[in-house]
């Protein structure tokens, strides 16, 4: 069922400004298109991220780990855990559309195990 919802676009961004940790959305072609207010501090390029290829700013490992991620929640899986160290664990998690599919991910920050 189609969400008759429609929230300004302000609200959302204040709703994603109030969390603490980095958020930051790319569609399926890895363009990032939104940053909450930590992730534009979190990352050294800041605000100057959106509207480029996320994949350029990463190694060639991390970009296979993207990319197979991508294909996994394609397939149906909804969050993987892509970097786990001391520091935090980052997952790449789906985000769809009102037919369930990928339309993007974001990354989700928590704190390490």
């Known amino acids: 069922m189609k969400s008759e919802v ?9 709703i994603l400004d109030s969390i603490d940790a980095p958020v930051l959305f790319a569609d399926t ?12 501090s979190y990352y050294e390029e800041g605000a100057t ?7 350029d700013c990463h190694n ?5 780990v993207i990319l197979e991620t991508l294909e996994a929640l394609r397939a149906g899986e909804d969050e993987r ?13 789906a ?3 009102e037919d369930g599919e990928v339309v993007g991910y974001y990354e989700r920050y928590a704190p390490p195990a």
């Open 6 to 14: 429609n929230v300004e676009s302000r609200i959302l961004s204040a």
């Open 29 to 40: 072609e890895h363009v990032v298109r939104y940053m909450n207010r930590a992730a534009v």
């Open 49 to 55: 991220l959106i509207g480029r290829p996320l994949l």
């Open 60 to 64: 060639e490992r991390s970009c296979a």
């Open 81 to 93: 855990l892509i970097t786990d160290n001391s520091k935090h664990r980052i997952y790449m998690r």
């Open 95 to 97: 985000v769809r559309d």
